[in-house]
């Protein structure tokens, strides 16, 4: 049992520029997540997902998008990478509504 | 009316103190509220939540003290030690959303 995983772990990108973060979570559970974490801001929810083929926007949707044709995979899609963009993104899933579980994390840096 | 206020930003205690880190939210349909401990290069993995419904909950060392009225929520780490050196979020959500809110993160250091 894996629970989430997060690819790549690093990433440099340039302006401009596009790339899918992976995330993938073997608990079948139903929700899941996309956060962002910048120093001091805490984690602010991007997008997130009720099941299969229902996505919604978070706090901080701009500059992303997302898909959920299965249970286990959330990727999440940067079209016209800004400098804004460079952060630490974390994956989550959970079961019930309530604990969440967090994947190990993608670095990008957007240059 | 959706933040989370956290504090302090970072702490410095010594090994076997006591860390107390506080939470305050405005809003009144919150009604979860966990702690989460997140160590360098890895995700935030909770470690203990609270409903509204009780003023108190321990896990251990661990303890989330719940003032309702004020709207405020705590966490006191007793005996402190250096593995519990960490960042620590609190968050808060509503009974029929699945959407937590996070404070800015308290980065803990225990001093052996």
């Known amino acids: 049992n894996a629970g989430v995983t997060q690819t790549p772990k690093f990433r440099i990108l340039k302006i401009g520029q596009s790339m899918t973060l992976q995330c993938t979570q073997d608990?079948?559970?139903?929700?899941m997540y996309w956060y962002r974490q910048d120093p001091g801001m805490g984690l602010k929810l991007i997008y997130y997902?009720?099941?299969?083929?229902?996505?919604d926007k978070g706090e901080v949707p701009n500059g992303y998008n997302v898909s959920r044709s299965t249970t286990e995979d959330f990727p999440l899609r940067l079209e016209l990478a800004a400098p804004s963009q460079t952060s630490v993104y974390f994956c989550?899933?959970?079961?019930?509504?309530?604990?969440?579980?967090f994947g190990p994390g993608t670095r990008l840096l957007v240059l | 009316q959706q933040q989370v206020k956290q504090s302090p930003q970072s702490l410095i205690v010594q090994k076997g103190g006591i860390s107390i880190i506080n939470c305050a939210y405005e809003?009144?349909?919150?009604?979860?509220f966990p702690w989460y401990q997140q160590f360098p290069g890895k995700g935030p993995a909770l470690l203990i939540a609270i409903r509204p419904d009780v003023s108190e909950k321990k896990e251990g060392r661990f303890t989330i003290s719940f003032n309702k009225s004020a709207k405020q929520f705590s966490l006191h780490i007793m005996d402190s030690q250096p593995g519990d050196s960490a960042t620590y979020f609190c968050?808060?959500?509503?009974?029929?959303?699945?959407?937590?809110?996070f404070g800015a993160g308290t980065i803990l250091r225990v001093k052996s």
């Open positions: 989550a899933s959970s079961y019930s509504m309530k604990t969440q579980y």
């Open positions: 608990m079948n559970h139903n929700y």
């Open positions: 997902s009720v099941g299969a083929g229902i996505t």
């Open positions: 968050a808060a959500s509503m009974e029929y959303g699945n959407k937590l809110v």
């Open positions: 809003n009144t349909a919150f009604d979860y």
